[in-house]
């Protein structure tokens, strides 16, 4: 980051502006058997400026940080406000004034590793499945981390620098049963750099070897009897939900575009042992994935309880939609990169754990399924969902059975949730993917185990 500092530059902010220098750093490797097929480093950073004049708004990047772009990026969002104002003249108040500042950066204090030296770290882990588990078809392990810095300023006086890092390795394997491929996956790190989330290759062997064992049930597993099931989905899986199918809908840029959430504020949405939050960067004394704590319009993050015991409560905003909301901006404006504009994004959602036991969850169905690992889905806003599962177990008399095979599952959230009957009493979060709402951002999903009717894809 060439600028770090951008308080001088303060008095070039007329009307109501922001004024932004990032820098996203990427590594990224890949493995495949045992060949290197990826191995790169990329650097992306630039300045924007988003100016607002009377509700309409004017946003310029340029990719060069130095003097002369910022003047150039905040005066030419000056002229497309000013020119956008003229044409629509919305005639909007401005923001009330917000100015917190804040630098948070959790960059490590270790040495840092060359890229060589992460190679052969990754090469390790290879060579130990290799040898471990030589039936093996295949093997993937993919690094990648990502280092996003940046300063903010805005005419009301906030500011923000942060340096957010994340880095994590996936771990494909996959074995032949009666002449079809079977995978499954498991995903190490999370929040912080390389140095401060991998240690030694040999600390991710016992969790290796657990996958493996994954494996062979799901390869010896069955196909899953469709319809309506009882079932508990773990903490990735209720997450996924969390997210996709429930955040979104209360994302208020998407309730102003017809969201169903529109029409169930303050009425019942879910079974009562269901609260639901977007966590802005701590939970329970603890960091969370993705800590927020001035998002990128220079709001103060705070929790937004969307469900309180069932109950629909509110909305994640921006300045713009708290405004027309009438109520206070939450800190969810969100931009991944030096070019995207802020938009109303989660940050760490996931439902309150409850006081139920997984043993007893498990205990407690006679004939269900206990459903680990998502793949892709999509959900829409009204709240109707299609989720993969890639790891799953059957549940008889009580009593976990036999693994099964890639399925599915599906409904619409709200009723699902609505089915809720048991919560577990832990917090598992897990930070390996992106949300991808117009623009990539990194964001934070997990929760307790769910006991719930849902329905399940067969053969």
């Known amino acids: ?21 990032q820098e996203n750093r990427t590594l990224r490797i890949s493995l495949v058997k045992g060949n290197l097929v990826k191995n790169t480093k990329e650097i992306i950073g630039g300045v924007s400026a988003r100016v607002n004049k009377k509700g309409s708004w004017g946003f310029v990047s340029i990719p060069e940080i130095n003097l002369e772009s910022i003047k150039k990026a905040i005066q030419e969002a000056g002229y497309n406000a000013a020119f956008l104002n003229s044409k629509a003249n919305k005639g909007k108040e401005r923001f009330l004034p917000s100015n917190p500042t804040m630098e948070k950066s959790f960059a490590t204090h270790k040495t840092r590793l060359t890229q060589k030296e992460i190679m052969d770290y990754v090469k390790a882990v290879d060579a130990y499945i290799m040898t471990k588990y030589p039936n093996l078809i295949n093997r993937d392990i993919h690094v990648q981390c990502l280092d996003m810095e940046k300063n903010l300023l805005t005419s009301d006086g906030a500011s923000l620098y942060s340096m957010l890092p994340r880095s994590i390795i996936y771990v494909d394997l996959t074995l032949e049963k009666d002449g079809q491929p079977v995978n499954v996956t498991n995903v190490f790190g999370g929040r912080g750099q390389f140095e401060d989330n991998f240690d030694t290759p040999d600390k991710l062997y016992l969790e290796l070897d657990k996958t493996y064992e994954h494996l062979l049930k799901k390869s010896e597993g069955v196909y899953a009897d469709a319809g309506v099931k009882e079932c508990i989905l773990d903490a990735k899986l209720a997450g996924i939900l969390a997210h996709e199918a429930i955040g979104h809908t209360t994302e208020s840029d998407l309730v102003l575009g017809g969201s169903v959430a529109g029409d169930y504020l303050n009425k019942q949405v879910a ?51 708290a405004q027309h909301f009438n109520v206070s901006p939450t800190g969810n404006a969100r931009a991944f990169e030096y070019f995207d504009e802020p938009l109303v994004r989660m940050r760490n959602t996931a439902i309150i754990p409850g006081n139920s036991k997984l043993e007893d969850m498990i205990a407690s169905i006679e004939d269900g399924y206990y459903l680990i690992d998502p793949s892709n889905g999509q959900a829409d806003s009204t709240s109707e969902f299609m989720f993969g599962v890639t790891l799953g177990y059957e549940i008889k008399n009580g009593k976990l059975g036999r693994g099964i095979k890639d399925t599915t599952i599906s409904g619409v959230a709200f009723d699902v949730l609505k089915t809720v009957s048991m919560v577990s009493d832990d917090m598992n979060w897990s930070a390996g993917g992106f949300c991808g709402k117009k623009q990539l951002i990194t964001v934070g999903m997990g929760g307790p185990a769910v006991k719930c009717k849902i329905n399940i894809g067969g053969r």
Do not use: Q, W
């Not at 060439?2 to 008095?11: A, D, G, K, P």
């Not at 927020?292 to 109950?311: A, F, N």
């Open 1 to 21: 980051m060439l600028i770090n500092n951008l308080n001088s530059y303060s008095s070039l902010l007329k009307d109501y502006t922001e004024l932004r220098v």
């Open 271 to 321: 079974s009562s042992l269901v609260s639901l939050v977007d966590f802005a960067h701590t939970y329970n004394g603890e960091l969370c994935p993705v800590p927020i704590y001035i998002d990128d319009e220079g709001t103060k993050s705070e929790d937004t309880v969307i469900i309180k015991d069932g109950i629909l409560k509110s909305f994640m905003h921006n300045k713009e939609t």
